[in-house]
């Protein structure tokens, strides 16, 4: 298996949101479950973020 960090993409809105609207997921956060326009929202403000955040996508490879 490999893991593969990338930079958070507008096409990731999706695999996002599969896992932000999951009220397990969310359960110790200030946030969620998150609607598909929260998850955009998020989505499209960490792409648009300045580099010195670090917003990353996780592709693991089987």
């Known amino acids: 298996m490999a893991l593969t960090l990338?930079?958070?993409?507008?096409?990731?809105?999706?695999a996002v949101h599969d896992w932000a609207c999951?009220?397990?997921?969310?359960r110790y956060q200030a946030w969620g479950p998150n609607t598909y326009e929260q998850t955009q929202a998020y989505v499209r403000a960490a792409?648009?973020?300045p580099p010195d955040r670090l917003v990353l996508g996780v592709l693991v490879d089987d």
């Open 6 to 14: 990338r930079p958070l993409a507008l096409d990731d809105t999706d």
């Open 22 to 26: 999951l009220p397990e997921s969310c």
């Open 47 to 49: 792409v648009a973020a």
